[in-house]
């Protein structure tokens, strides 16, 4: 900042004269306007803010003052307006309208969701009977921006009621009712409440949205009051069921309510006015004068048993109800159970009602007045093709509400079988998800229910919120309404949002707490991200440092803050961090949780280049603090410039990280995070020793480069610390130590144990196993697409059945693939070779022995190798043949006889050495 531009907005500051006069002067605020472009260009507007603030200290009525700060603290996205208040107030005094304004606007260029300016700008317009349609506008805005702002919402409703936009009117309505609510205003509800009752009567899913949050905030028996009116409505209009629904919600809201108890028998006697006994069954279940639940569940149970009506038992299945006489029931449950008498108070205990939508009974009658079929086949068909109507008959057959388990159980093996539900079920979830008719129960995330009417975005969401009782995966679900961009002045977001706040506002209450848990914080970065209001209104209670320097571990924070695709926890709290006064120390502090190479770039760009080579230093001289830290260093950054200058050898590196293996594999011994372990063991076996390639593995790795450049005792220390990792994978070692052979062909290893099993899988030498790789890639990638090429050309040529080219094209072809079938099956059961591991002392692999036959008394030499090196007429031959078998492991002197295709073998060993060339195969 110019000390010249601040010394000129001081000067203004000090020959200000707060007098009318002056004010009446004031025709624009093009002047003032000025001082904070200037104040922009200049980078300087905290400075300035802080001189005018310091001003408004002794002179409160400072006009320059009082609009430079409010305008600046705006552009800060403050939400403190106190200033601008004050100003307002002093334009309005004295008769400055337009200059208020046009203060608003300006506010609003900045921060169009500012409340205070809007608020304000609509007592202007109100002054003003040409600003009509900007009025409104103001209003919708006004609305959209302050999700508490009812009244508005209401005149907003009346206007288009007004005007006849009914669907404007309704929805503006619905936002005040909710807003209503959540301010506690009763008779405002209720007045609201009678109005909508008129306009949307059939929307009954709204009312009991609401009714249940009246019942939660204002009062259960005022909410049941209101349901009264939505009830006559379906009653005029004979809709029994839910007429039925709502006296029950009642009901159990004040079960002595004699109103709802003679309401719910007269509709019981329509619903059911043309069955037989309907009247005797009213009378003996007792509403009058008996628990009313009890007698709803007699009197239900009852009236289901009529002609007509199918019924299910565990036994016999799906039954149909022939005939009532008196007491007795006949049910017909079909041909293979037969038909069977039953008496009433039986039928109520044995049996359960189907109605004739309900699924087993589609299953068992195939028919089906909405399903569009009258046989078995067209049933079927409906229900693989039909999955939306497939799904609603499932789900309202068990009370509207059922899972994907359940859903399954219906149709397989029934209708589909297992591999056709597979392709079926991946599509049904599709339409779960898209079809706005479904939704998520809101008392159990994994069942699904079903709608009359289309369920919106913000509901279905607003159920999944309700249903979910882990903490992140509801902070999931609340930005995936924000990031939906759905209606965020939602009374259902409100809901949500409201459920982290008060989180915070425990926190307020309880005071300065050192148990700052997970979701406390992650509650404290959502609310800033999607309710700043709040933040800035209890900055003083609750901010991030204070919240930050209560927690005793941030990096155990960094990590516990789970993050999907929805949500940026981590990345939210590391900028937070970021903007703390010593912010250098706690990225050090943090970074070995958050491993980023963008961290690391911004604090050696910013300078810090020292303090990241002193963590690098004080992780490689503690492997086991900062393990994980150690492996990431390594792998992103060890030819990074920062990184060379500190000059850690090699070899500690190398060394620390099989000392990070060993480690790992001792905390799994005791069943410590053995999944992590098993991950960090399997990373760095990668990184060093060149694990998981599948071809070019020469064991050229890292560790085997370094070891082999080192000296020889260098050279011997390395192999050791690996080879002493007992658990570590014996082809990891057998690679170095071929590596080594290479070099030192006299090397000697710590003698090898012998073995007395044949090993797993089939033993081959690394060369045939290079090769065999190579013929492998061959095949796939040369061989395949050519002979491929040949069949096409051959087949143009022709009629098939003649064309000779053609079928010999084919037959070479499925040659080629059992050729490259049986080549894969024998890679994979391939087992490398280690040659340090060979031994003298029995027949085995990699041994060249000298038999004595007994009956020619001639001496043969053979060399025991594997199938892939067999060569019977160079004297090589395979462990696994029918004559290397009969002679593996066994010992000098000893005599064998042993018989092959009829033929007898009888011989002495007389030699048995390692073979010296075992290193070349």
Same mark, same amino acid.
């Given at each position: 900042?110019?000390?010249?531009?601040?010394?000129?907005?001081?000067?203004?500051?000090?020959?200000?004269?707060?007098?009318?006069?002056?004010?009446?002067?004031?025709?624009?605020?093009?002047?003032?306007?000025?001082?904070?472009?200037?104040?922009?260009?200049?980078?300087?507007?905290?400075?300035?803010?802080?001189?005018?603030?310091?001003?408004?200290?002794?002179?409160?009525?400072?006009?320059?003052?009082?609009?430079?700060?409010?305008?600046?603290?705006?552009?800060?996205?403050?939400?403190?307006?106190?200033?601008?208040?004050?100003?307002?107030?002093?334009?309005?005094?004295?008769?400055?309208?337009?200059?208020?304004?046009?203060?608003?606007?300006?506010?609003?260029?900045?921060?169009?969701?500012?409340?205070?300016?809007?608020?304000?700008?609509?007592?202007?317009?109100?002054?003003?009977?040409?600003?009509?349609?900007?009025?409104?506008?103001?209003?919708?805005?006004?609305?959209?921006?302050?999700?508490?702002?009812?009244?508005?919402?209401?005149?907003?409703?009346?206007?288009?009621?007004?005007?006849?936009?009914?669907?404007?009117?309704?929805?503006?309505?619905?936002?005040?009712?909710?807003?209503?609510?959540?301010?506690?205003?009763?008779?405002?509800?209720?007045?609201?409440?009678?109005?909508?009752?008129?306009?949307?009567?059939?929307?009954?899913?709204?009312?009991?949205?609401?009714?249940?949050?009246?019942?939660?905030?204002?009062?259960?028996?005022?909410?049941?009051?209101?349901?009264?009116?939505?009830?006559?409505?379906?009653?005029?209009?004979?809709?029994?069921?839910?007429?039925?629904?709502?006296?029950?919600?009642?009901?159990?809201?004040?079960?002595?309510?004699?109103?709802?108890?003679?309401?719910?028998?007269?509709?019981?006697?329509?619903?059911?006015?043309?069955?037989?006994?309907?009247?005797?069954?009213?009378?003996?279940?007792?509403?009058?004068?008996?628990?009313?639940?009890?007698?709803?569940?007699?009197?239900?149970?009852?009236?289901?048993?009529?002609?007509?009506?199918?019924?299910?038992?565990?036994?016999?299945?799906?039954?149909?109800?022939?005939?009532?006489?008196?007491?007795?029931?006949?049910?017909?449950?079909?041909?293979?159970?037969?038909?069977?008498?039953?008496?009433?108070?039986?039928?109520?205990?044995?049996?359960?009602?189907?109605?004739?939508?309900?699924?087993?009974?589609?299953?068992?009658?195939?028919?089906?007045?909405?399903?569009?079929?009258?046989?078995?086949?067209?049933?079927?068909?409906?229900?693989?093709?039909?999955?939306?109507?497939?799904?609603?008959?499932?789900?309202?057959?068990?009370?509207?509400?059922?899972?994907?388990?359940?859903?399954?159980?219906?149709?397989?093996?029934?209708?589909?079988?297992?591999?056709?539900?597979?392709?079926?079920?991946?599509?049904?979830?599709?339409?779960?998800?898209?079809?706005?008719?479904?939704?998520?129960?809101?008392?159990?995330?994994?069942?699904?229910?079903?709608?009359?009417?289309?369920?919106?975005?913000?509901?279905?969401?607003?159920?999944?919120?309700?249903?979910?009782?882990?903490?992140?995966?509801?902070?999931?679900?609340?930005?995936?309404?924000?990031?939906?961009?759905?209606?965020?002045?939602?009374?259902?977001?409100?809901?949500?949002?409201?459920?982290?706040?008060?989180?915070?506002?425990?926190?307020?209450?309880?005071?300065?707490?050192?148990?700052?848990?997970?979701?406390?914080?992650?509650?404290?970065?959502?609310?800033?991200?999607?309710?700043?209001?709040?933040?800035?209104?209890?900055?003083?209670?609750?901010?991030?440092?204070?919240?930050?320097?209560?927690?005793?571990?941030?990096?155990?924070?960094?990590?516990?803050?789970?993050?999907?695709?929805?949500?940026?926890?981590?990345?939210?709290?590391?900028?937070?961090?970021?903007?703390?006064?010593?912010?250098?120390?706690?990225?050090?502090?943090?970074?070995?949780?958050?491993?980023?190479?963008?961290?690391?770039?911004?604090?050696?760009?910013?300078?810090?280049?020292?303090?990241?080579?002193?963590?690098?230093?004080?992780?490689?001289?503690?492997?086991?603090?900062?393990?994980?830290?150690?492996?990431?260093?390594?792998?992103?950054?060890?030819?990074?410039?920062?990184?060379?200058?500190?000059?850690?050898?090699?070899?500690?590196?190398?060394?620390?990280?099989?000392?990070?293996?060993?480690?790992?594999?001792?905390?799994?011994?005791?069943?410590?995070?053995?999944?992590?372990?098993?991950?960090?063991?399997?990373?760095?076996?990668?990184?060093?020793?060149?694990?998981?390639?599948?071809?070019?593995?020469?064991?050229?790795?890292?560790?085997?480069?370094?070891?082999?450049?080192?000296?020889?005792?260098?050279?011997?220390?390395?192999?050791?610390?690996?080879?002493?990792?007992?658990?570590?994978?014996?082809?990891?070692?057998?690679?170095?130590?071929?590596?080594?052979?290479?070099?030192?062909?006299?090397?000697?290893?710590?003698?090898?144990?012998?073995?007395?099993?044949?090993?797993?899988?089939?033993?081959?030498? %690394?060369?045939? $196993? !290079?090769? =065999? *790789?190579?013929? @492998? #890639?061959?095949?796939?990638? /040369?061989?395949?697409?050519?002979?491929?090429?040949?069949?096409?050309?051959?087949?143009?040529?022709?009629?098939?059945?003649?064309?000779?080219?053609?079928?010999?094209?084919?037959?070479?072809?499925? %040659?080629?693939? $059992? !050729?490259? =079938? *049986?080549?894969? @099956? #024998?890679?994979?059961?391939? /087992?490398?070779?280690?040659?340090?591991?060979?031994?003298?002392?029995?027949?085995?692999?990699?041994?060249?022995?000298?038999?004595?036959?007994?009956?020619?008394?001639?001496?043969?030499?053979?060399?025991?190798?594997?199938?892939?090196?067999?060569?019977?007429?160079?004297?090589?031959?395979?462990?696994?043949?029918?004559?290397?078998?009969?002679?593996?492991?066994?010992?000098?002197?000893?005599?064998?006889?042993?018989?092959?295709?009829?033929?007898?073998?009888?011989?002495?060993?007389?030699?048995?050495?390692?073979?010296?060339?075992?290193?070349?195969?």
């Amino acid at each position: 900042m110019s000390e010249e531009f601040k010394e000129s907005v001081l000067k203004k500051l000090q020959e200000e004269q707060w007098t009318r006069t002056t004010i009446t002067n004031y025709t624009n605020l093009e002047e003032l306007e000025k001082i904070v472009q200037e104040a922009k260009e200049q980078g300087c507007t905290d400075e300035i803010k802080a001189i005018c603030d310091e001003h408004l200290s002794h002179s409160k009525d400072s006009i320059i003052a009082l609009y430079v700060s409010g305008i600046l603290g705006v552009k800060k996205s403050s939400l403190d307006n106190t200033v601008l208040q004050t100003l307002v107030g002093i334009f309005l005094n004295n008769h400055k309208e337009a200059l208020v304004e046009s203060l608003c606007k300006t506010i609003l260029e900045e921060d169009d969701t500012n409340a205070f300016a809007l608020r304000t700008l609509i007592s202007c317009y109100r002054e003003n009977k040409d600003a009509d349609n900007k009025i409104w506008e103001t209003y919708e805005k006004l609305v959209k921006v302050d999700s508490e702002e009812a009244e508005a919402a209401k005149i907003l409703a009346d206007h288009y009621k007004e005007l006849k936009n009914d669907e404007l009117a309704k929805e503006f309505y619905k936002k005040a009712l909710l807003r209503y609510v959540y301010i506690k205003n009763y008779i405002a509800v209720k007045d609201v409440w009678e109005i909508l009752v008129k306009l949307i009567p059939e929307d009954i899913d709204f009312f009991y949205l609401v009714q249940r949050k009246i019942a939660k905030t204002i009062s259960a028996d005022k909410s049941a009051t209101l349901m009264k009116d939505v009830y006559n409505y379906y009653k005029d209009k004979a809709k029994w069921d839910t007429a039925i629904e709502i006296l029950k919600l009642i009901l159990s809201i004040d079960p002595k309510d004699n109103w709802s108890r003679k309401e719910i028998t007269t509709c019981y006697e329509s619903k059911y006015k043309g069955h037989s006994h309907v009247e005797e069954y009213i009378r003996d279940a007792g509403f009058s004068y008996r628990n009313v639940f009890d007698a709803i569940s007699d009197f239900e149970k009852h009236i289901a048993f009529d002609e007509g009506h199918f019924v299910f038992h565990n036994t016999w299945h799906v039954g149909l109800i022939r005939k009532v006489e008196n007491d007795m029931l006949v049910i017909n449950f079909g041909k293979k159970n037969g038909i069977h008498k039953m008496s009433l108070k039986m039928a109520v205990d044995a049996l359960i009602p189907l109605s004739n939508e309900h699924i087993w009974v589609i299953k068992a009658t195939t028919k089906s007045k909405d399903g569009g079929f009258s046989t078995k086949a067209e049933m079927v068909d409906k229900i693989k093709k039909d999955k939306a109507w497939t799904l609603k008959t499932i789900i309202r057959s068990f009370n509207n509400s059922c899972d994907i388990k359940k859903i399954k159980a219906e149709l397989v093996p029934s209708i589909l079988t297992a591999s056709e539900w597979t392709a079926w079920n991946s599509a049904a979830k599709k339409v779960l998800e898209s079809d706005s008719t479904f939704g998520v129960n809101p008392n159990n995330s994994n069942e699904w229910t079903v709608r009359d009417r289309e369920i919106t975005p913000e509901e279905k969401l607003s159920n999944e919120f309700k249903a979910q009782k882990q903490f992140f995966p509801r902070v999931d679900i609340l930005m995936k309404f924000c990031n939906n961009d759905l209606d965020k002045t939602s009374e259902l977001f409100v809901d949500m949002r409201d459920y982290f706040t008060g989180y915070l506002k425990s926190y307020i209450n309880m005071g300065d707490t050192k148990d700052i848990s997970e979701q406390l914080m992650a509650s404290y970065l959502i609310t800033r991200r999607v309710y700043p209001q709040f933040i800035e209104q209890n900055a003083d209670s609750v901010n991030f440092e204070k919240l930050y320097r209560q927690i005793e571990d941030p990096r155990k924070m960094y990590t516990s803050l789970k993050d999907t695709k929805n949500t940026s926890l981590k990345a939210d709290f590391l900028k937070n961090v970021g903007e703390l006064s010593d912010w250098v120390q706690q990225y050090i502090r943090i970074f070995p949780a958050v491993l980023s190479k963008d961290m690391l770039t911004i604090l050696v760009n910013k300078g810090h280049k020292d303090e990241v080579q002193k963590l690098a230093q004080t992780a490689f001289d503690d492997f086991k603090g900062y393990r994980d830290l150690i492996y990431f260093f390594f792998d992103e950054c060890r030819t990074d410039e920062w990184f060379t200058e500190i000059n850690i050898p090699l070899q500690k590196q190398l060394i620390a990280l099989v000392n990070i293996i060993s480690q790992a594999y001792k905390a799994i011994d005791n069943h410590v995070d053995s999944t992590e372990n098993k991950k960090i063991i399997a990373n760095i076996c990668k990184l060093i020793f060149n694990t998981g390639k599948k071809k070019d593995d020469d064991g050229s790795s890292i560790y085997a480069q370094y070891m082999l450049g080192s000296d020889k005792e260098t050279m011997t220390h390395m192999y050791t610390i690996v080879d002493d990792i007992a658990e570590l994978d014996d082809l990891i070692k057998a690679q170095l130590r071929s590596r080594i052979l290479e070099k030192y062909p006299d090397f000697k290893f710590h003698k090898a144990e012998e073995k007395t099993t044949t090993p797993k899988g089939m033993l081959v030498t %690394k060369r045939k $196993l !290079d090769e =065999k *790789r190579a013929l @492998e #890639e061959r095949m796939n990638s /040369v061989d395949l697409p050519k002979i491929a090429k040949e069949v096409a050309e051959a087949k143009e040529k022709g009629d098939l059945k003649e064309n000779a080219e053609y079928i010999a094209a084919k037959e070479a072809q499925h %040659k080629l693939g $059992l !050729d490259l =079938k *049986r080549l894969q @099956e #024998e890679l994979a059961r391939a /087992v490398i070779f280690d040659p340090t591991t060979a031994t003298a002392s029995i027949v085995s692999f990699g041994t060249d022995i000298v038999l004595e036959n007994k009956d020619t008394g001639a001496e043969e030499k053979y060399t025991i190798l594997g199938p892939w090196e067999s060569e019977p007429e160079n004297g090589i031959i395979s462990y696994m043949s029918p004559f290397g078998m009969n002679l593996m492991e066994h010992k000098l002197g000893e005599t064998l006889s042993f018989t092959i295709n009829e033929h007898k073998y009888q011989y002495v060993i007389k030699n048995i050495a390692i073979n010296t060339a075992l290193t070349k195969f």
